[in-house]
T-cell receptor, first 117, second 114 residues
Framework: GAVVSQHPSWVICKSGTSVKIECRSL??????MFWYRQFPKQSLMLMAT???????TYEQGVEKDKFLINHASLTLSTLTVTSAHPEDSSFYIC?????WGTGNTIYFGEGSWLTVV | AQTVTQSQPEMSVQEAETVTLSCTYD???????LFWYKQPPSRQMILVIR??????QNATENRFSVNFQKAAKSFSLKISDSQLGDAAMYFC???????????FGQGTRLTINP
């Protein structure tokens, strides 16, 4: 199947700083990527939908100025958590929608653990 | 809005036995896709199987098969010959034909007993 790579897998940052997480589709072009947050023992919560070359669409309740999403190419989307606080500590997962065929299968990255201290 | 319900928070099965995970969904659309994703302790989301709503034949991938009942809006996952490596959270997901995003169920934690 298609491969989506997420980096870094683990990151610790100081409160008040910003941290960037990258999501790459390695062997396919993804016009659409998605960013999720997952709390312990819960399902995935969609944060935003990212379309290549345009602004991301954020879900209700997600601060777009805090969670900056950039999708500059067909293979790369980035999530930047700005002015991070301990409550932003979480597991963040990206996914990418294949552009070929029906574009109806979505593949996930390995996820990134963010700890804000 | 579409919703996906997994009514079993936890399930367990003996190794080599068969287990079925339940999933129901609510939609008014006729064209859509259904998925089962596996999330092992590594937290990587792995696509297990997918079903197109227009197909009457149930999808099968090796030991994994689904029972897709469109009229009942049910999409259960059957795992045959359960293996220790099948232990994970399993998420049922829905995607309508015209939409970009997935709608997830709450997940079912599957434990395999040796």
């Amino acid at each position: 199947g298609a491969v989506v790579s997420q980096h870094p897998s683990w990151v610790i940052c100081k409160s008040g700083t910003s941290v960037k997480i990258e999501c790459r589709s390695l062997d396919f072009q993804a016009t659409t990527m998605f960013w999720y947050r997952q709390f312990p023992k819960q399902s995935l919560m969609l944060m935003a939908t990212s379309n290549e070359g345009s602004k991301a669409t954020y879900e209700q309740g997600v601060e777009k100025d805090k969670f900056l999403i950039n999708h500059a190419s067909l293979t790369l989307s980035t999530l930047t958590v700005t002015s991070a606080h301990p409550e932003d500590s979480s597991f963040y997962i990206c996914s990418a929608r294949e552009s070929w065929g029906t574009g109806n299968t979505i593949y996930f990255g390995e996820g990134s653990w963010l700890t804000v201290v | 809005a579409q919703t996906v319900t997994q009514s079993q928070p936890e399930m367990s099965v003996q190794e080599a036995e068969t287990v079925t995970l339940s999933c129901t969904y609510d939609t008014s659309e006729s064209d859509y896709y259904l998925f089962w994703y596996k999330q092992p302790p590594s937290r990587q989301m792995i696509l297990v199987i997918r079903q197109e709503a227009y197909k009457q034949q149930n999808a099968t991938e090796n030991r994994f098969s689904v029972n897709f009942q469109k009229a009942a809006k049910s999409f259960s996952l059957k795992i045959s010959d359960s293996q220790l490596g099948d232990a994970a959270m399993y998420f049922c997901a829905y995607k309508s034909q015209g939409a970009q995003k997935l709608v997830f169920g709450q997940g079912t934690r599957l434990t395999i007993n040796p």
